[in-house]
């Protein structure tokens, strides 16, 4: 099976999970599409720094864990920004969606469509609705 097989079957695998911070959220959602299309994921060296104590860390505790303030220089320094209409696979941002501390949710886009969590299972968002994308290396 290849890449966008593998994703369509990662979404299906995930769809109807409950979301949970530090195991099932945006970017461990995401970070898990990337694995399941290239073997790795584009953020495996975040998992389990963004949590203290069973919490989310907040904003300066980001900021002073990362080193950075906003997180689209961030990603900047990890992937390719894809432009306006983004490959499958693609690594998007959305605040159109559950966001959280970042001001942004993480999605993977499917094609026409993009893929984001919401607290019981995956939710389905057009392009326009995107702020930012970014293609897989």
Request: net charge neutral.
């Amino acid at each position: 099976m290849g890449p966008q097989g593998s994703l369509a079957e990662y979404i299906r695998d995930v769809d109807g999970r409950a979301f949970e911070w530090g195991v099932h959220d945006c970017l461990t959602f995401t970070n898990g599409a990337f694995v399941a299309m290239h073997g790795k994921g584009w953020a495996d060296d975040w998992l389990g720094r963004y949590m203290i104590d069973g919490r989310v860390m907040r904003r300066r505790e980001l900021i002073a864990e990362f080193g950075w303030s906003k997180v689209e220089p961030a990603i900047d320094a990890k992937l390719k920004r894809a432009g306006r209409y983004p490959p499958r696979g693609a690594l998007v941002t959305s605040k159109h969606a559950q966001r959280w501390i970042t001001g942004v949710a993480f999605g993977i886009c499917t094609g026409d469509r993009c893929v984001f969590l919401g607290k019981q299972d995956v939710i389905h968002m057009t392009l326009d609705l995107i702020d930012n994308a970014w293609a897989p290396e």
